[in-house]
């Protein structure tokens, strides 16, 4: 039986995903000890896989090697299994292949069993998933936000920031977030009912978080999905002993430069703690936060809009949204079943 993938070709120069990437067919290779094959229904489109496409060594992990499939979020169905706790039929979610099969290591992979009553599955890619986790935590836990504090997020229109000002507000914070174009700042405070939002395309972000300042007070939690530049806008802005939780750096991801804010020295001056988090620090927290999660979800307080491409082939200008701010929301491909 063949199997269509994206093979990574290449590391790609910019947003130049289609000279990287080639869109394959192979023979499925037989089933190993402690493997798993599933039948993808959904792909899972994250920023965060960029950087395994560039060829820097000091990432959260290695790069991926040239020659192999693309690695990313997967969900579907089982369709054969030499993993104990995995039958056929079971729906799971796991880090697969941008493939119609995906073919893992049942631990490695972190496949899951999941819950096929859920009415929307897609649900278990965002408030449900790896963003609702890292949403949850980054502002609960690595934030530290406190009812009535001050919380702002970056990308706050991507899939983790939109969940993240979402979950700010019902933990009751004033929570407000940047974004790029006004729909999407009009989304965040019309659908969403957050405090306020900055757009960073409308220019001078400096002046657009002075005037979302109260009373002089600046914030006390900052989100940050994108580092870069406005990472310096936000240190200036800060309350003293506030926290920033570093989830994502969205600027650096295609050009594989490093972040150094140049208004570093607020962290002293303002006492700031900055941490970084990354999921597989909190995974074994993750049945506790799908619980917490799915309470706000099924009471309809904690909302995902998704983009969805349809099509394997059209798996890469999916990707691209993710870099071009083509989206609101959870950006997914679908395949054909």
Avoid at 39 to 63: C, F, I, K, V
Avoid at 168 to 174: F, I, M, P, S
Wanted: proline share 4%; charged share 20%.
């Amino acid at each position: 039986m063949n199997n269509r993938f994206w093979r990574i070709e290449s590391r790609p120069e910019g947003n130049d995903f289609a000279g990287a990437l080639a869109l394959v067919d192979a023979p499925l290779a037989p089933l190993a000890e402690g493997e798993i094959r599933i039948r993808n229904s959904h792909l899972s489109m994250d920023a965060g896989t960029r950087l395994w496409l560039t060829s820097r060594e000091d990432g959260y992990q290695p790069p991926l090697p040239l020659g192999i499939p693309m690695t990313g979020l997967v969900l579907g169905e089982v369709t054969e299994s030499r993993a104990q706790g995995f039958v056929p039929g079971d729906l799971v979610r796991a880090f697969g292949q941008w493939a119609d099969i995906s073919t893992v290591d049942a631990v490695m992979s972190g496949a899951i069993v999941l819950d096929p009553s859920v009415a929307d599955r897609r649900a278990w890619f965002g408030p449900l998933g790896m963003n609702g986790w890292t949403a949850l935590w980054g502002v609960e836990q690595t934030g530290a936000a406190k009812p009535g504090e001050r919380v702002l997020v970056s990308a706050a229109a991507g899939a983790t920031g939109i969940l993240a000002v979402q979950i700010a507000k019902l933990l009751g914070c004033e929570a407000w977030g940047i974004a790029g174009g006004a729909e999407k700042c009009a989304y965040l405070t019309g659908e969403l009912g957050i405090a306020g939002a900055v757009d960073y395309k409308a220019g001078d972000v400096g002046a657009q978080l002075d005037a979302a300042k109260t009373n002089g007070s600046g914030f006390d939690v900052y989100f940050d999905n994108v580092g870069g530049a406005l990472l310096d806008q936000v240190l200036t802005r800060m309350n003293h002993y506030g926290r920033i939780a570093v989830c994502g750096l969205l600027a650096d991801y295609s050009s594989g430069t490093r972040t150094a804010p140049a208004e570093f020295d607020q962290v002293l001056m303002r006492r700031l703690r900055v941490e970084g988090f990354f999921s597989p620090d909190f995974m074994h927290e993750g049945p506790a936060l799908t619980e917490r999660l799915r309470g706000w979800y099924e009471a309809g307080d904690l909302v995902m809009p998704y983009d969805v491409t349809r099509g394997l082939e059209n798996t890469l200008a999916a990707y691209a949204k993710l870099f071009t701010g083509g989206n609101i929301g959870k950006v997914i491909v679908e395949l054909e079943q």
